[in-house]
Protein backbone atom coordinates (compact mmCIF):
# COMPACT_ATOMS: atom_id res chain seq x y z
CA UNK A 1 0.00 0.00 0.00
CA UNK A 2 1.09 3.07 -0.66
CA UNK A 3 2.33 5.94 2.08
CA UNK A 4 -0.88 8.26 1.83
CA UNK A 5 -3.45 5.13 2.23
CA UNK A 6 -3.43 5.12 5.87
CA UNK A 7 -3.90 8.51 6.67
CA UNK A 8 -6.32 9.57 3.93
CA UNK A 9 -8.56 6.58 4.59
CA UNK A 10 -8.06 8.18 8.24
CA UNK A 11 -9.51 11.45 6.83
CA UNK A 12 -12.06 9.93 5.13
CA UNK A 13 -13.93 7.85 8.05
CA UNK A 14 -13.50 11.26 10.25
CA UNK A 15 -14.96 13.37 7.58
CA UNK A 16 -18.00 11.01 7.24
CA UNK A 17 -18.46 10.58 10.67
CA UNK A 18 -18.84 14.40 11.22
CA UNK A 19 -20.51 14.85 7.79
CA UNK A 20 -24.35 14.48 9.46
CA UNK A 21 -23.41 17.70 12.20
CA UNK A 22 -22.35 19.46 8.89
CA UNK A 23 -25.08 19.11 6.68
CA UNK A 24 -27.30 19.21 9.85
CA UNK A 25 -25.88 23.17 10.08
CA UNK A 26 -27.03 23.61 6.54
CA UNK A 27 -29.76 25.97 6.17
CA UNK A 28 -33.34 24.33 6.15
CA UNK A 29 -35.18 24.55 2.78
CA UNK A 30 -38.67 25.70 3.35
CA UNK A 31 -40.60 24.02 0.34
CA UNK A 32 -39.21 19.96 1.14
CA UNK A 33 -38.15 20.30 5.06
CA UNK A 34 -35.72 17.87 5.43
CA UNK A 35 -35.31 15.67 2.64
CA UNK A 36 -33.83 18.09 0.84
CA UNK A 37 -30.58 17.10 3.09
CA UNK A 38 -30.87 13.96 0.40
CA UNK A 39 -29.48 16.25 -1.93
CA UNK A 40 -26.05 16.46 -0.09
CA UNK A 41 -25.03 12.74 -0.32
CA UNK A 42 -26.83 12.30 -3.55
CA UNK A 43 -24.98 14.86 -5.81
CA UNK A 44 -21.65 13.17 -4.62
CA UNK A 45 -22.73 10.28 -5.29
CA UNK A 46 -24.10 10.96 -8.65
CA UNK A 47 -20.59 12.51 -9.63
CA UNK A 48 -18.62 9.23 -8.12
CA UNK A 49 -20.76 7.29 -10.27
CA UNK A 50 -20.09 9.56 -13.23
CA UNK A 51 -16.22 9.51 -12.73
CA UNK A 52 -15.91 5.73 -12.28
CA UNK A 53 -17.69 5.55 -16.01
CA UNK A 54 -15.01 7.93 -16.98
CA UNK A 55 -12.25 6.05 -15.18
CA UNK A 56 -13.28 2.68 -17.03
CA UNK A 57 -14.05 3.80 -20.29
CA UNK A 58 -10.34 5.40 -20.21
CA UNK A 59 -8.67 2.63 -18.76
CA UNK A 60 -10.48 0.17 -21.05
CA UNK A 61 -9.08 2.39 -24.10
CA UNK A 62 -5.55 2.27 -23.11
CA UNK A 63 -6.01 -1.61 -22.11
CA UNK A 64 -7.52 -2.12 -25.96
CA UNK A 65 -4.47 0.18 -27.19
CA UNK A 66 -1.77 -1.05 -25.01
CA UNK A 67 -2.73 -4.50 -23.94
CA UNK A 68 -1.29 -3.15 -20.34
CA UNK A 69 -3.17 -5.11 -17.69
CA UNK A 70 -2.60 -2.56 -15.23
CA UNK A 71 -5.37 -0.45 -17.30
CA UNK A 72 -7.41 -3.80 -17.00
CA UNK A 73 -7.36 -3.88 -13.23
CA UNK A 74 -8.21 -0.25 -13.10
CA UNK A 75 -11.34 -0.60 -15.50
CA UNK A 76 -12.38 -3.52 -13.26
CA UNK A 77 -12.02 -1.81 -9.98
CA UNK A 78 -13.66 1.39 -11.64
CA UNK A 79 -16.54 -0.75 -12.99
CA UNK A 80 -17.23 -1.97 -9.15
CA UNK A 81 -17.00 1.61 -8.04
CA UNK A 82 -19.67 2.47 -10.48
CA UNK A 83 -22.18 -0.14 -9.21
CA UNK A 84 -21.45 1.00 -5.38
CA UNK A 85 -22.34 4.78 -6.35
CA UNK A 86 -24.67 3.66 -8.43
CA UNK A 87 -26.96 2.01 -5.87
CA UNK A 88 -26.58 5.19 -3.78
CA UNK A 89 -27.45 7.34 -6.58
CA UNK A 90 -30.26 5.27 -7.37
CA UNK A 91 -31.77 4.87 -3.91
CA UNK A 92 -31.14 8.35 -2.81
CA UNK A 93 -32.49 9.77 -6.04
CA UNK A 94 -36.17 8.45 -5.75
CA UNK A 95 -36.41 9.21 -1.80
CA UNK A 96 -35.35 12.83 -2.61
CA UNK A 97 -37.67 12.78 -5.85
CA UNK A 98 -40.80 11.80 -4.02
CA UNK A 99 -40.94 14.82 -2.32
CA UNK A 100 -39.87 16.87 -4.60
CA UNK A 101 -41.84 15.94 -8.01
CA UNK A 102 -44.68 13.82 -5.99
CA UNK A 103 -43.40 10.71 -7.70
CA UNK A 104 -40.59 8.22 -7.03
CA UNK A 105 -39.30 8.06 -10.74
CA UNK A 106 -39.35 9.41 -13.89
CA UNK A 107 -38.14 9.06 -17.21
CA UNK A 108 -35.92 12.30 -17.35
CA UNK A 109 -32.52 12.38 -19.23
CA UNK A 110 -30.32 11.71 -16.05
CA UNK A 111 -32.49 9.20 -14.90
CA UNK A 112 -32.98 7.37 -17.64
CA UNK A 113 -28.86 7.64 -18.82
CA UNK A 114 -27.59 7.02 -14.91
CA UNK A 115 -30.40 3.83 -14.60
CA UNK A 116 -28.99 2.81 -17.71
CA UNK A 117 -24.82 3.13 -17.09
CA UNK A 118 -25.70 0.92 -13.89
CA UNK A 119 -26.97 -1.71 -16.35
CA UNK A 120 -23.45 -1.26 -18.37
CA UNK A 121 -21.22 -1.47 -15.45
CA UNK A 122 -23.53 -4.61 -13.96
CA UNK A 123 -22.97 -6.15 -17.55
CA UNK A 124 -19.37 -5.68 -17.25
CA UNK A 125 -18.90 -7.39 -14.01
CA UNK A 126 -20.97 -10.18 -14.98
CA UNK A 127 -19.51 -10.71 -18.28
CA UNK A 128 -15.66 -10.58 -16.15
CA UNK A 129 -17.41 -13.16 -13.68
CA UNK A 130 -18.86 -15.68 -16.18
CA UNK A 131 -17.25 -14.99 -19.24
CA UNK A 132 -14.38 -16.82 -18.75
CA UNK A 133 -10.53 -16.79 -20.12
CA UNK A 134 -10.32 -13.77 -22.70
CA UNK A 135 -13.14 -11.61 -20.99
CA UNK A 136 -11.15 -9.07 -19.96
CA UNK A 137 -10.84 -7.53 -23.99
CA UNK A 138 -14.55 -7.87 -24.30
CA UNK A 139 -15.42 -6.13 -21.38
CA UNK A 140 -12.81 -3.58 -22.35
CA UNK A 141 -15.30 -3.20 -25.46
CA UNK A 142 -18.46 -3.27 -23.49
CA UNK A 143 -16.95 -0.43 -21.69
CA UNK A 144 -15.95 1.66 -24.55
CA UNK A 145 -19.78 1.18 -26.17
CA UNK A 146 -20.57 1.77 -22.47
CA UNK A 147 -19.18 5.07 -22.29
CA UNK A 148 -20.27 6.17 -25.60
CA UNK A 149 -23.76 4.90 -25.54
CA UNK A 150 -24.32 7.23 -22.21
CA UNK A 151 -24.35 10.43 -24.42
CA UNK A 152 -26.76 9.35 -26.59
CA UNK A 153 -29.46 8.38 -23.86
CA UNK A 154 -28.80 11.82 -22.64
CA UNK A 155 -29.79 13.60 -26.23
CA UNK A 156 -32.47 11.21 -26.84
CA UNK A 157 -34.21 11.78 -23.50
CA UNK A 158 -33.44 15.41 -23.05
CA UNK A 159 -35.46 15.59 -26.32
CA UNK A 160 -38.58 14.64 -24.62
CA UNK A 161 -38.61 16.29 -21.44
CA UNK A 162 -36.29 17.00 -18.40
CA UNK A 163 -37.34 17.98 -14.57
CA UNK A 164 -34.29 17.17 -13.23
CA UNK A 165 -32.22 20.17 -11.95
CA UNK A 166 -29.43 21.11 -13.60
CA UNK A 167 -25.69 21.37 -12.70
CA UNK A 168 -25.77 25.39 -13.14
CA UNK A 169 -27.75 25.71 -9.67
CA UNK A 170 -24.47 24.16 -7.84
CA UNK A 171 -22.61 27.45 -8.27
CA UNK A 172 -25.49 29.82 -7.30
CA UNK A 173 -26.03 27.67 -3.86
CA UNK A 174 -25.46 29.86 -0.52
CA UNK A 175 -22.54 29.22 1.25
CA UNK A 176 -24.47 27.91 4.52
CA UNK A 177 -25.76 25.47 1.55
CA UNK A 178 -22.62 25.28 -1.00
CA UNK A 179 -20.16 24.45 2.11
CA UNK A 180 -21.50 21.35 3.13
CA UNK A 181 -22.28 20.16 -0.39
CA UNK A 182 -18.59 20.25 -1.47
CA UNK A 183 -17.57 19.54 1.82
CA UNK A 184 -19.35 15.57 0.92
CA UNK A 185 -18.19 15.88 -2.13
CA UNK A 186 -14.72 15.94 -0.86
CA UNK A 187 -15.36 13.05 1.58
CA UNK A 188 -16.85 10.98 -1.64
CA UNK A 189 -14.16 11.91 -3.72
CA UNK A 190 -11.45 10.74 -0.83
CA UNK A 191 -13.08 7.44 -0.62
CA UNK A 192 -13.57 6.95 -3.97
CA UNK A 193 -9.70 7.11 -4.41
CA UNK A 194 -9.65 4.84 -2.02
CA UNK A 195 -11.67 2.42 -2.64
CA UNK A 196 -10.29 2.42 -6.00
CA UNK A 197 -6.64 1.90 -4.95
CA UNK A 198 -7.73 -0.99 -2.38
CA UNK A 199 -9.36 -2.92 -5.14
CA UNK A 200 -7.12 -2.48 -7.99
CA UNK A 201 -3.96 -3.30 -5.18
CA UNK A 202 -6.29 -6.90 -4.65
CA UNK A 203 -6.26 -7.80 -8.24
CA UNK A 204 -2.14 -6.99 -8.71
CA UNK A 205 -2.01 -9.16 -5.89
CA UNK A 206 -3.94 -12.13 -7.41
CA UNK A 207 -2.07 -11.28 -11.05
CA UNK A 208 1.53 -11.84 -8.53
CA UNK A 209 0.05 -14.97 -6.82
CA UNK A 210 -1.31 -15.98 -10.23
CA UNK A 211 2.30 -15.90 -11.63
CA UNK A 212 3.62 -17.61 -9.10
CA UNK A 213 1.78 -20.67 -9.19
CA UNK A 214 2.70 -21.38 -12.37
CA UNK A 215 6.13 -20.33 -12.08
CA UNK A 216 5.63 -22.99 -9.59
CA UNK A 217 3.88 -25.64 -11.66
CA UNK A 218 6.76 -25.44 -14.49
CA UNK A 219 9.73 -25.87 -11.52
CA UNK A 220 8.39 -28.94 -10.95
CA UNK B 1 -12.14 -5.31 -48.82
CA UNK B 2 -15.89 -4.59 -50.08
CA UNK B 3 -15.87 -7.79 -52.55
CA UNK B 4 -14.31 -9.73 -49.50
CA UNK B 5 -17.20 -8.80 -47.54
CA UNK B 6 -19.66 -9.76 -50.64
CA UNK B 7 -18.16 -12.89 -50.29
CA UNK B 8 -18.64 -13.94 -46.57
CA UNK B 9 -22.06 -12.34 -47.17
CA UNK B 10 -22.75 -14.51 -50.04
CA UNK B 11 -21.29 -17.43 -48.62
CA UNK B 12 -23.59 -17.21 -45.41
CA UNK B 13 -26.51 -16.55 -47.74
CA UNK B 14 -26.05 -19.59 -49.57
CA UNK B 15 -25.76 -21.57 -46.44
CA UNK B 16 -28.80 -20.17 -45.06
CA UNK B 17 -30.76 -20.51 -48.20
CA UNK B 18 -29.94 -24.08 -47.95
CA UNK B 19 -30.55 -24.60 -44.19
CA UNK B 20 -33.04 -21.98 -43.81
CA UNK B 21 -32.40 -22.44 -39.96
CA UNK B 22 -31.64 -18.71 -38.77
CA UNK B 23 -34.41 -17.62 -40.79
CA UNK B 24 -37.39 -19.61 -40.03
CA UNK B 25 -36.48 -19.81 -36.30
CA UNK B 26 -35.87 -16.37 -36.18
CA UNK B 27 -39.28 -15.38 -38.11
CA UNK B 28 -41.38 -17.96 -36.33
CA UNK B 29 -40.05 -16.25 -33.01
CA UNK B 30 -40.58 -13.25 -33.73
CA UNK B 31 -44.20 -13.31 -35.27
CA UNK B 32 -44.69 -15.79 -31.75
CA UNK B 33 -43.47 -12.71 -29.92
CA UNK B 34 -46.23 -10.56 -31.55
CA UNK B 35 -49.16 -12.96 -31.39
CA UNK B 36 -48.53 -12.89 -27.42
CA UNK B 37 -48.21 -9.43 -27.27
CA UNK B 38 -51.76 -9.28 -29.56
CA UNK B 39 -52.77 -11.83 -26.62
CA UNK B 40 -52.25 -9.76 -24.03
CA UNK B 41 -52.80 -6.16 -25.49
CA UNK B 42 -55.56 -6.18 -27.52
CA UNK B 43 -59.15 -5.32 -26.03
CA UNK B 44 -62.45 -5.93 -27.45
CA UNK B 45 -60.48 -5.33 -30.89
CA UNK B 46 -58.87 -2.26 -29.69
CA UNK B 47 -55.34 -1.98 -28.91
CA UNK B 48 -53.15 0.03 -27.00
CA UNK B 49 -52.49 3.86 -28.72
CA UNK B 50 -48.77 3.90 -29.61
CA UNK B 51 -48.06 0.37 -28.75
CA UNK B 52 -47.68 -0.91 -32.08
CA UNK B 53 -44.49 1.17 -31.97
CA UNK B 54 -43.02 -0.57 -28.70
CA UNK B 55 -44.31 -4.01 -30.09
CA UNK B 56 -42.39 -4.31 -32.97
CA UNK B 57 -39.11 -3.11 -31.69
CA UNK B 58 -39.64 -5.02 -29.15
CA UNK B 59 -39.79 -8.24 -31.60
CA UNK B 60 -36.90 -6.52 -33.76
CA UNK B 61 -34.74 -6.69 -31.10
CA UNK B 62 -35.34 -10.07 -29.88
CA UNK B 63 -35.35 -11.96 -32.96
CA UNK B 64 -32.34 -10.09 -33.67
CA UNK B 65 -30.92 -11.81 -30.58
CA UNK B 66 -31.86 -15.03 -31.99
CA UNK B 67 -30.26 -14.59 -35.35
CA UNK B 68 -27.42 -13.19 -33.74
CA UNK B 69 -26.53 -15.85 -31.22
CA UNK B 70 -26.89 -18.31 -34.24
CA UNK B 71 -24.46 -16.33 -36.78
CA UNK B 72 -21.52 -16.99 -35.08
CA UNK B 73 -22.36 -20.00 -33.74
CA UNK B 74 -22.82 -22.38 -36.62
CA UNK B 75 -19.13 -20.99 -37.19
CA UNK B 76 -18.28 -22.27 -34.17
CA UNK B 77 -19.77 -25.88 -34.16
CA UNK B 78 -18.22 -26.20 -37.72
CA UNK B 79 -14.89 -25.31 -36.58
CA UNK B 80 -14.88 -23.21 -39.34
CA UNK B 81 -14.33 -20.17 -37.85
CA UNK B 82 -10.29 -20.18 -37.53
CA UNK B 83 -10.60 -20.80 -41.14
CA UNK B 84 -12.19 -17.24 -41.38
CA UNK B 85 -10.21 -15.49 -39.48
CA UNK B 86 -7.04 -17.01 -40.90
CA UNK B 87 -7.96 -16.00 -44.28
CA UNK B 88 -6.00 -13.47 -46.19
CA UNK B 89 -8.57 -11.06 -45.37
CA UNK B 90 -8.70 -8.25 -43.57
CA UNK B 91 -11.02 -8.24 -39.90
CA UNK B 92 -12.77 -5.58 -40.82
CA UNK B 93 -13.95 -7.40 -44.25
CA UNK B 94 -15.35 -10.26 -42.08
CA UNK B 95 -17.30 -8.19 -39.93
CA UNK B 96 -18.80 -6.38 -42.61
CA UNK B 97 -19.77 -8.89 -44.22
CA UNK B 98 -21.37 -11.01 -40.97
CA UNK B 99 -23.22 -7.66 -40.42
CA UNK B 100 -24.59 -7.66 -43.64
CA UNK B 101 -25.58 -10.94 -43.43
CA UNK B 102 -27.37 -10.05 -40.17
CA UNK B 103 -28.81 -7.46 -41.39
CA UNK B 104 -30.19 -8.93 -44.53
CA UNK B 105 -31.67 -11.62 -42.03
CA UNK B 106 -33.74 -9.05 -39.89
CA UNK B 107 -34.64 -7.14 -42.77
CA UNK B 108 -36.61 -10.45 -43.99
CA UNK B 109 -37.89 -10.75 -40.95
CA UNK B 110 -39.46 -7.32 -40.65
CA UNK B 111 -41.02 -7.32 -44.27
CA UNK B 112 -43.52 -9.87 -42.31
CA UNK B 113 -43.63 -7.91 -39.29
CA UNK B 114 -44.63 -4.64 -40.58
CA UNK B 115 -47.57 -5.90 -42.10
CA UNK B 116 -48.83 -8.18 -39.11
CA UNK B 117 -48.40 -5.42 -36.75
CA UNK B 118 -50.28 -3.02 -38.86
CA UNK B 119 -53.12 -5.57 -39.15
CA UNK B 120 -53.52 -6.97 -35.64
CA UNK B 121 -52.57 -3.35 -33.69
CA UNK B 122 -54.75 -1.33 -36.32
CA UNK B 123 -51.49 0.57 -36.60
CA UNK B 124 -50.86 2.93 -39.70
CA UNK B 125 -47.34 1.78 -39.87
CA UNK B 126 -47.72 1.64 -43.55
CA UNK B 127 -49.25 4.94 -43.75
CA UNK B 128 -45.77 6.52 -44.44
CA UNK B 129 -43.94 4.27 -45.71
CA UNK B 130 -40.54 6.05 -46.88
CA UNK B 131 -40.33 6.92 -43.30
CA UNK B 132 -41.34 3.66 -42.00
CA UNK B 133 -38.40 2.11 -44.38
CA UNK B 134 -35.36 4.59 -43.14
CA UNK B 135 -36.27 4.39 -39.54
CA UNK B 136 -36.09 0.62 -40.00
CA UNK B 137 -33.13 0.48 -42.09
CA UNK B 138 -31.35 2.99 -39.64
CA UNK B 139 -32.65 1.32 -36.18
CA UNK B 140 -31.52 -2.30 -37.80
CA UNK B 141 -28.47 -1.52 -38.67
CA UNK B 142 -27.31 0.55 -35.38
CA UNK B 143 -28.73 -2.71 -33.96
CA UNK B 144 -27.04 -5.30 -36.07
CA UNK B 145 -23.80 -3.37 -35.55
CA UNK B 146 -23.51 -4.09 -31.98
CA UNK B 147 -25.40 -6.97 -32.09
CA UNK B 148 -22.52 -8.17 -34.42
CA UNK B 149 -19.67 -7.37 -32.42
CA UNK B 150 -20.87 -8.56 -29.80
CA UNK B 151 -21.35 -11.97 -30.64
CA UNK B 152 -18.15 -12.55 -32.63
CA UNK B 153 -16.28 -11.43 -29.41
CA UNK B 154 -18.54 -13.84 -27.65
CA UNK B 155 -18.41 -16.93 -29.96
CA UNK B 156 -15.48 -18.34 -27.94
CA UNK B 157 -16.77 -17.42 -23.80
CA UNK B 158 -18.37 -19.58 -21.67
CA UNK B 159 -21.93 -19.09 -21.66
CA UNK B 160 -22.43 -16.96 -24.50
CA UNK B 161 -26.04 -17.76 -25.19
CA UNK B 162 -26.76 -15.81 -21.57
CA UNK B 163 -24.36 -13.05 -21.92
CA UNK B 164 -25.28 -11.91 -25.49
CA UNK B 165 -28.50 -10.21 -24.69
CA UNK B 166 -27.29 -9.38 -20.90
CA UNK B 167 -24.52 -7.01 -22.51
CA UNK B 168 -26.37 -6.27 -26.05
CA UNK B 169 -30.03 -4.71 -24.51
CA UNK B 170 -28.32 -1.95 -22.06
CA UNK B 171 -25.92 -0.70 -24.92
CA UNK B 172 -28.72 -0.84 -27.83
CA UNK B 173 -31.30 0.99 -25.59
CA UNK B 174 -30.61 4.58 -27.40
CA UNK B 175 -31.67 2.62 -30.53
CA UNK B 176 -34.51 0.99 -29.02
CA UNK B 177 -35.41 4.43 -27.34
CA UNK B 178 -35.14 6.12 -31.20
CA UNK B 179 -36.98 3.42 -33.46
CA UNK B 180 -39.90 3.32 -30.97
CA UNK B 181 -39.90 7.15 -30.38
CA UNK B 182 -39.81 7.70 -34.43
CA UNK B 183 -41.96 4.74 -35.50
CA UNK B 184 -44.61 6.15 -32.48
CA UNK B 185 -44.19 9.68 -34.29
CA UNK B 186 -45.50 7.89 -37.77
CA UNK B 187 -48.50 6.51 -36.37
CA UNK B 188 -49.94 10.15 -35.18
CA UNK B 189 -53.14 11.54 -36.77
CA UNK B 190 -51.00 14.30 -38.40
CA UNK B 191 -47.45 13.33 -39.22
CA UNK B 192 -44.85 15.89 -37.65
CA UNK B 193 -41.81 15.88 -40.22
CA UNK B 194 -39.69 17.17 -37.57
CA UNK B 195 -39.72 14.76 -35.26
CA UNK B 196 -39.68 11.86 -36.99
CA UNK B 197 -36.06 13.64 -38.52
CA UNK B 198 -34.77 14.12 -35.31
CA UNK B 199 -35.27 9.94 -34.54
CA UNK B 200 -33.81 9.39 -37.49
CA UNK B 201 -31.17 11.69 -37.60
CA UNK B 202 -30.29 10.44 -33.99
CA UNK B 203 -30.20 7.14 -35.44
CA UNK B 204 -27.79 7.91 -37.76
CA UNK B 205 -25.42 9.12 -35.58
CA UNK B 206 -25.69 6.43 -33.53
CA UNK B 207 -25.19 4.25 -36.69
CA UNK B 208 -21.88 6.05 -37.86
CA UNK B 209 -20.07 6.52 -34.20
CA UNK B 210 -21.47 2.32 -33.66
CA UNK B 211 -20.58 1.08 -36.96
CA UNK B 212 -16.61 2.94 -36.24
CA UNK B 213 -15.85 1.99 -32.72
CA UNK B 214 -17.16 -1.65 -33.85
CA UNK B 215 -14.56 -1.53 -36.72
CA UNK B 216 -11.92 -0.26 -34.60
CA UNK B 217 -12.96 -3.04 -31.26
CA UNK B 218 -13.59 -6.66 -33.95
CA UNK B 219 -9.23 -5.65 -35.26
CA UNK B 220 -8.68 -6.06 -31.08
CA UNK B 221 -10.68 -8.45 -29.77
CA UNK B 222 -10.93 -11.07 -32.06
CA UNK B 223 -7.31 -12.61 -31.35
CA UNK B 224 -7.01 -15.70 -30.61
Redo the contacts between chains.
Keep these: MPKWFVPAAVVCGVMFAFSPLVIASADYESTMGLVQKIFYYHMPSAWMFLLSGIVCGIASVRF ?2 TGDPRHDRTAWAAAEMAVIFGVVTLVTGPLWARRAWGTFWVWDARTTSSL ?1 QW ?2 AW ?1 YL ?2 RR ?3 P ?2 D ?2 A ?3 A ?3 V ?2 VG ?2 Y ?3 N ?1 WRTIHPATTVVPKLPFSMGFPLWYCVAAFTLLFVILLQMRVRLEEQRATLDTLYLSLDEQR | MMRLAWLILRKDLTVEVRSGEIAYTTLFFAVTCVLVFAFALVREGRAPEDGAAGILWIAVVFAGNLALGRAFERERQAETLRALLMAPAPRTAVYLGKLLGVIALLVGAEIVLVPLIALLFQARLLAHLWWMIAILAAGTTGFAAVGTLFAAMLVRARSRDVLLPVLLYPITVPVIIAGVRGTAALLQPELEVGVVRFWLALLITFDVVFVTLSLWTFESVMTD
Aim: positive net charge.
Design positions: LTVMVAILYGGGSKLAGLLFGANFIVSVY
